[in-house]
């Protein structure tokens, strides 16, 4: 289990303060602590369990991607739909074998092993509760609400050690969260909203996002979630 970040910050420079106002502050730290905590054993708890799946990608108010499936630890598979223009999109399946994938485009296979450029850009597809426990250790601020059936955790990023999003860059952030919502106790929905800062180091000619959201919805699912065709298995490399 990781460290909550918040922790790490605060620790030195509360070393120098009085005893008596430690005490009082030290609360904080603790308090956010076990909320860390409580949603890393929510995630645990979910990452032994089948879903299908709906995702939604957008980078400035433009859909990037839709894709639909199902998920599971040892095996996941997706449709995935791109929008090229107004009038036409690029769709594909892909399906996710532990360190294995494979993709269907256009009638022809193809496979490969991770790392690998397509499961960066595909995340977090592949593993969608190790990526959520990856963020939180990055949160400056993590809250949990309840009201009747319906849990809220929300986790409030100020800025990233490194982070790399689909191929976007990200450190300092205006205004950059993480929601999980359950209903009854099962999981709804995951929802990253970004709005982060233009790095320094990125050309003013060089395009970079205002805003960018990815939703997660999430249903149980009972079925086996389907298998990697025989033909699938000796499909050419990825390059």
Request: net charge negative; aromatic share 14%.
């Amino acid at each position: 289990m990781g460290t909550f970040r918040p922790i790490k910050k605060w620790f030195i420079p509360l070393i120098a303060i009085i005893t008596g106002t430690l005490v009082g502050l030290s609360f904080f730290p603790s308090h956010q602590e076990h909320k860390y905590n409580e949603w890393l054993e929510e995630l645990e708890a979910f990452n032994k369990r089948s879903f299908t799946i709906e995702t939604e990608y957008r980078k400035d108010r433009e859909t990037v991607s839709y894709s639909s499936g199902y998920w599971s630890a040892n095996r996941s598979t997706y449709h995935v739909t791109t929008p090229v223009s107004n009038d036409s999109i690029f769709e594909f399946d892909v399906f996710f074998e532990k360190e294995h994938f494979f993709t269907l485009a256009g009638g022809e296979w193809r496979q490969g092993e991770a790392p690998h450029r397509i499961i960066k850009e595909l995340t977090p597809l592949d593993d969608f509760f190790s990526w959520g426990k990856l963020l939180l250790k990055e949160a400056d601020k993590i809250e949990k609400k309840v009201k009747e059936t319906k849990t809220l955790y929300k986790a409030t990023f100020h800025s990233f050690d490194h982070m790399d999003f689909r191929g976007v860059t990200l450190n300092e952030q205006s205004q950059t969260t993480l929601i999980m919502t359950l209903e009854g106790g099962q999981l709804h929905s995951l929802n990253f909203e970004v709005k982060p800062i233009r790095p320094v180091g990125i050309d003013v000619l060089q395009s970079y996002p205002e805003t960018m959201t990815y939703h997660i919805q999430f249903s149980p699912n009972d079925k086996q979630v389907p298998v990697v065709p025989e033909k699938a298995l000796n499909s050419p490399l990825l390059e």
